[in-house]
């Protein structure tokens, strides 16, 4: 994390000169970015959606309701997913249904088991969502160019593992079991 105080850059173990000009940037600033950009997109999708009848929509939410899928899962289905633990899984849950995106429902396979399925509303809220991203891709399309957006996308997918690309757990690499 790079903090901003008195105009100085910190939490930095190291600046090895680089970032003069003509020379590479440091190693540090790329995994930043990314994570501003990723920041950035997440930020301005939840502006969007609160202007857009859903004002307590989380980020976490996103992740929670893709682990919960269309077809519904249970708690210990949705950490798994998420890579937390049943409990923060059924903190999440909790206000999903709360807010009215999710609900819980009997599970037809087995009746001891209840499963969290997506209302409505969280249906509404997702659809809303992938529209969002598709205006705020364009809006980087119209700042960089159809080119260079479509190559830094071709460029993650060459370095980020298939397997890790979409996977929903970043809490599990923070941290969190």
Do not use: C
């Not at 970032?19 to 790329?30: F, N, S």
């Amino acid at each position: 994390m790079v903090d901003h105080v008195a105009g100085e850059n910190v939490n930095q173990v190291v600046d090895n000169g680089k970032g003069v000009p003509g020379r590479d940037a440091p190693g540090y600033e790329l995994p930043l970015l990314l994570f501003g950009g990723f920041r950035t997109l997440i930020d301005r999708l939840h502006a969007r959606l609160a202007d857009e009848g859903h004002p307590d929509m989380r980020p976490a939410h996103g992740f929670a309701m893709q682990a919960i899928g269309a077809h519904g899962a249970t708690a210990s289905d949705i950490g798994r997913r998420l890579g937390v633990s049943k409990q923060a899984a059924g903190k999440t849950v909790d206000r999903l249904l709360a807010v009215g995106y999710a609900e819980r429902t009997d599970d037809p396979a087995d009746a001891r088991r209840k499963l969290i399925r997506l209302t409505p509303r969280g249906y509404d809220a997702l659809a809303r969502s992938a529209a969002i991203f598709d205006d705020l891709r364009a809006e980087w399309v119209a700042a960089l160019g159809t080119d260079r957006v479509r190559d830094m996308e071709a460029a993650l997918r060459n370095v980020v593992p298939e397997e890790t690309a979409f996977r929903l757990d970043a809490t599990s690499w923070l941290g969190t079991p």
